[in-house]
């Protein structure tokens, strides 16, 4: 089955700098990659997604780059806020699987100030 | 946008008590919902998927007679958690995916249960 693997586990940021995480899946037919964002205590909010005939997607300061070759997906975030401490999960889904997402581990980001 | 709301938002039991949870897609028809469930620092397990109007499908592992699921409407999926115990303590997330050929997910604010 699908395995998606997420690092780094941890990201500590300065401020104002950008911040990068990747994931990496093995099953070829996945062919949706969202992004969430959960703070603590509440449930995962959808910050970006990209589809497999997309290479990039890009909104605001979030953006995805998806290489379908080596079969990984990043999530890039510019100009760091504080408000952008969180933890940030990747999955991967494909339409045959009912939609499941399955789950990369997390990165936990802190933005110092 | 997208809302997905949970009640409880906290509760309390005891021991033995059963405890049901309202995952409710506010905007949108959900033909797809979702429950997961997630331990402290660890990504969500998925529980079981639930579709309108048909029985829950459960993953391994999950106990079907434990955690009661019923998916009577578009907008409505609830999970009971029959005689719950400690180690059933947990946050538990809802999803609901929209009707249609459409992956994208929109989750509820959890539901934090603690049984004593």
């Known amino acids: 089955g699908e395995n998606v693997e997420q690092h780094p586990s941890t990201l500590s940021v300065q401020e104002g700098d950008s911040a990068v995480i990747k994931c990496t899946y093995s099953d070829s037919a996945s062919n949706y990659f969202p992004w969430y964002k959960q703070e603590l205590g509440k449930g995962p909010q959808l910050i970006i997604d990209i589809r497999s005939n997309v290479g990039e997607k890009k909104d605001q300061r979030i953006a995805v780059t998806l290489n379908k070759t080596a079969k990984h997906f990043s999530l890039h975030i510019t100009e760091t806020q504080p408000e952008d401490s969180a933890v940030y999960f990747c999955a991967a889904s494909k339409q045959d699987s009912n939609y499941q997402l399955i789950w990369g581990a997390g990165t936990k980001l802190i933005i110092k100030p | 946008g997208a809302v997905v709301s949970q009640h409880p938002s906290r509760v309390i039991c005891k021991s033995g008590t059963s405890v049901k949870i309202e995952c409710r897609s506010l905007?949108?028809?959900?033909?797809?919902m979702f429950w997961y469930r997630q331990f402290p620092k660890q990504s969500l397990m998925l529980m079981a998927t639930?579709?309108?109007?048909?029985?829950?499908?459960?993953e391994q592992g999950v106990e079907k007679d434990k955690f009661l699921i019923n998916h009577a409407s578009l907008t409505l999926s609830t999970l009971t958690v029959t005689s719950a115990h400690p180690e059933d303590s947990s946050f538990y997330i809802c999803?609901?995916?929209?009707?249609?050929?459409?992956?994208?997910?929109?989750f509820g604010p959890g539901t934090r249960l603690t049984v004593l």
């Open positions: 905007d949108f028809q959900a033909t797809t």
């Open positions: 999803s609901a995916r929209r009707g249609g050929v459409t992956d994208t997910q929109y």
């Open positions: 639930s579709n309108e109007g048909s029985k829950a499908t459960y």
